[in-house]
Structures are given as C-alpha cells and as structure tokens.
C-alpha cells in the first residue's frame, strides 16, 4: 500500500471524527483499573480527566433484590453483596459509543461520580489543612466553570495562604469559599457484566426492554456491559431547600445541568441520576444552560417560586 493512499486515508478519518465530536469525545479514558478503596487522589491533572475507579467488591457474591426501573441510560437493581447492602447496580445499555450526537453515558456518569468523589476528599482537606476552595461565585462561561473546577485541585489549594498566615479574615475579594458539599450519592466504583448472567436470573428480576421516546432499550445475553455501584438513596420527600444546595453546589464546582433535567431523578433531596449533570470537560456542556445561574429546585418542583432572591448561596 503506498503511503500516499494511507496518508489519505488519515486525513478523511480524522476529518470524518472531527465531524463527529462525540464519537471523539468517548475516547477519553474515564475508569481506572486501581481498586476504590481509601480516599481519591486530587491533583490537578485528576481534575482534568476525572477516571473513576473499580468496585472492589466480588461479583461472585452479588445477590440481585429487585428490578427498580431504567431510563435512557440504563436499568438499575437493587443489589447485595454478601452481607453488605443494599447497594444499587446501574448497568449502561450501550456497551460501546454509538455514532449518535449524544453523550456516551458511562463516561459522563464514571466522570460525575469520580470528580463529586474528589471534591468531597478536596473540601474535607481543605478543612482540615485550612486551605480554602476558593471561586468566583458568579461563573456564567465554560472559562469560568474550568476555572472553579481546578479550584478544588491540590495545587490551587496549596496556593491559598492559611489562617496563619493571613489571619481569619474574609476570603480573598471576588472569591467565595467552599467549605461543604451537599450529600451526593456514594458511588463504590465500576465494574464489567457479562450479559449471560441475565438468563440466569429469576424472570421477575430480568431486565425488560425500556421504551424512551421512540428508542427501545435492551441489554443482550453476548454483550459485557459497563455498570456501576452506589450507594441506595431511600425513599423520602424532596425539600426544595435541600436539593437548591445541591443544585447551587453542581453549578459552582463548574457542572452544567443536562438538556432535560427530571425530578424523578431526585430522591429525598438527592440527585440519583448523574447523567443529570455534565461536567465542564464533558460531552453536552453548555454554556447556554449554565450562564445563567443554577437550576432552580422550585421549577424543577413546580412549586411557586419563594420571594426574595431566588438563588441560595453555596458559598460562605
Ligand atoms: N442510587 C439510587 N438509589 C435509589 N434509587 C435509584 C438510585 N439510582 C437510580 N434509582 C432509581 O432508578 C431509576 C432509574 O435510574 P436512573 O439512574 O435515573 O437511570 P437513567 O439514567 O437510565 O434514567 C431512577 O429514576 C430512580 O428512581
Ligand atoms: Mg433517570
């Protein structure tokens, strides 16, 4: 083959792929092979490709509860694994990226779970080496988002001056500091599913078919699919106050909220569902629906909207 041809052949891929973002955007590594066990690591290049890590516990020992439905992403069980539990188990229905313009769902939701994963390591150092997480409190471009983002790395924080050697004065003029994180769901890390171990499963725990608009969904018996293990949010009322704090904290620490957010993905004040977020580096951010402010839990609610200033403050 001349490498005239091959040197054609190059360049009409790359020209195809660049027609394709979001083929491209999915080759960004997102899983780590290293075992999740102790706190991330939370450096600025972490930050910058966030990589969640494997489930440590055996799949062996996985004892499937009950089926708790799925959505455009993936279905999702309510799980043991031997005496610990219950855990919740999301397995992606696309094993592989589609050539779609969408976002390939495992990568945005290993992503999300692996940088709220470091943040919340970030704010606990933070608090403990009194070296704050400073923002701009007011972020409305991509820039800004990348910029609140690093914030939480290792190296910013190592910037900051501490109390000792500022006094305990105010924040640093046009930065607003945080100091907590709402509660997000626990994730305990990815793993792989052989699709064979579906027929075995009781008929009452199978995964159905789910129809999302015109798309019907499946998991087949020849696929390994990606899944990932969280914590199981109980039951319980959305207190709109509780999920504004989460809300105020995802758009300060650079997240931008998803096309078509839904409340069922909440659950006593807690976002169940990752794919709701997208983090600044990710497949589906856009500054459209991040210039202007975080989302509101009252919208999302449909509860009339409280009066005064409509924002909560994330930062102190
Ligand atoms: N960690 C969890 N704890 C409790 N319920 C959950 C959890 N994760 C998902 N669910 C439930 O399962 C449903 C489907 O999961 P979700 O992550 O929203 O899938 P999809 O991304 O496909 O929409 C959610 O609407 C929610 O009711
Ligand atoms: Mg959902």
Redesign the pocket.
Known sequence: MSSDYVEVRVALQRRVRRRRPWLEAAQTPFRDDAPMVGPPKTTAADFEMPRLRRCPFDLDSMVWEAR?????????W?VRFGTQGPF?L?VFWDAQPVDFPTYY?PQRECQNAALLQMMQTAVEQAAAASRPILVNPKPTTWDDAIANLAAFSDEARLKQPSPADQGSGPPQEGFCQISTMPRV?KCYGWLTIPGTIFRELHWTLRPPPVQVDRIKRYLTPDQEYIAIV?????EGENDPETMQKAMDFFWLAGFSCAFSP?L??W?SGVL????DIVPPRGYGWQEKLYKDGPESAHVLLKQPLPAGPVRARACT
């Open positions: 708790m439905g799925g959505g455009l992403d993936g279905y999702v309510k919740v999301k769902a769901k969280y914590e199981y949010v109980e839904l069922r993905n659950k169940v569902d990752l794919s």
